[in-house]
């Protein structure tokens, strides 16, 4: 069987029980992999945010958070810290990470979500009909530029 073949469970949890997995992988693609400064990695968002786990073989392979937020639109959802183990890149768990809070955003009546997408990324938001917005700008030493998908 291979990775791609191996059943995904995508679980979502609140903080208190998903911060070792999530911690865990969102330590090794952005400190180790990418450089981002472990100061930077957890903040106030991750006590309050909705956390979607995928588990391949129990062993948890990518993570997300949903932060609820209030603007004038009602509530807005901010997807973020969205990282998969580099072994399991390519065979769509992003894709279900994402459906999953999608999901999780319309059973919020949340009809405004944002994201901060590294550039190298924004293809995949797309297809998702997230559009950017504004001007690519530096966010922990790499190119991000903010997207939004109203619902």
Same mark, same amino acid.
């Given at each position: 069987?291979?990775?791609s073949q191996i059943p995904i469970v995508i679980l979502i949890k609140a903080?208190?029980?998903?911060?070792?997995?999530?911690?865990?992988?969102?330590?090794?693609?952005?400190?180790?992999?990418?450089?981002?400064?472990?100061?930077?990695?957890? $903040?106030?968002?991750d006590l309050n945010a909705q956390h979607v786990l995928a588990y391949a $073989? &129990?062993?948890? #392979?990518?993570? =997300?958070?949903? %932060?609820?937020?209030?603007?004038?639109? +009602? &509530?807005? +959802?901010? #997807?973020?810290?969205? =990282?998969?183990?580099?072994?399991?890149?390519? $065979?769509?768990?992003?894709?279900?990470?994402?459906?999953?809070?999608?999901?999780?955003?319309? &059973?919020? &009546?949340?009809?405004?979500?944002?994201?901060? =997408?590294? %550039?190298?990324?924004?293809?995949?938001?797309?297809?998702?009909?997230?559009? =950017?917005q504004g001007d690519i700008y530096d966010e922990a030493g790499i190119p991000?530029?903010?997207? #939004?998908?109203?619902?």
């Amino acid at each position: 069987m291979t990775d791609s073949q191996i059943p995904i469970v995508i679980l979502i949890k609140a903080w208190q029980d998903a911060k070792l997995d999530a911690y865990s992988i969102r330590k090794r693609v952005f400190i180790e992999e990418q450089g981002v400064p472990e100061e930077m990695e957890l $903040d106030e968002f991750d006590l309050n945010a909705q956390h979607v786990l995928a588990y391949a $073989d &129990s062993e948890c #392979i990518g993570t =997300a958070r949903l %932060v609820t937020l209030t603007g004038s639109v +009602g &509530s807005i +959802g901010r #997807i973020g810290r969205m =990282a998969i183990l580099p072994k399991h890149r390519g $065979d769509g768990i992003g894709k279900q990470l994402l459906g999953a809070l999608l999901k999780a955003c319309q &059973s919020q &009546s949340i009809k405004q979500i944002e994201l901060h =997408a590294q %550039v190298t990324v924004i293809p995949f938001y797309e297809q998702f009909g997230f559009i =950017a917005q504004g001007d690519i700008y530096d966010e922990a030493g790499i190119p991000h530029r903010d997207m #939004i998908l109203r619902i």
